[in-house]
Nanobody
Framework: QVRLVESGGGLVQVGGSLRLSCEAS??????MGWYRQASGKQRELAAA???????NYADSVKGRFTISREHAKNTVYLQMNSLKPEDTAVYYC?????????WGQGTQVTVSS
């Protein structure tokens, strides 16, 4: 079993920045990522990073969000800059290990205009 501890959400004004963190317990974590779900919408991928550092971003966040990971701490970060009201959502950490996917409890990000 993998436990995920998320932090870093909150309320920010348009154009502001936030940094999300997610620490995973256990070893052999492969891909790590952040999904988001806005009210009334489906959950979608925001950004993901593989164990070798390859990244993937949703078109809507490219150039504004940066995903990174710290292997020694089993931690993934999402640096979010130039935030827009449409970035408002619950952000969920997701990690994969041995073919199984694990989810964090979610952290609210609210961007006010």
């Amino acid at each position: 079993q993998v436990r995920l501890v998320e932090s870093g959400g909150g309320l920010v004004q348009v154009g502001g920045s936030l940094r999300l963190s997610c620490e995973a317990s256990g070893s052999d974590i492969s891909a790590m990522g952040w999904y988001r779900q806005a009210s009334g919408k489906q959950r979608e991928l925001a950004a993901a990073i593989t164990s070798d550092g390859s990244t993937n971003y949703a078109d809507s966040v490219k150039g504004r969000f940066t995903i990174s990971r710290e292997h020694a701490k089993n931690t993934v970060y999402l640096q979010m800059n130039s935030l827009k009201p449409e970035d408002t959502a619950v952000y969920y950490c997701n990690v994969r290990r041995w073919g199984a996917a694990y989810w964090g409890q979610g952290t609210q990000v609210t961007v006010s205009s």
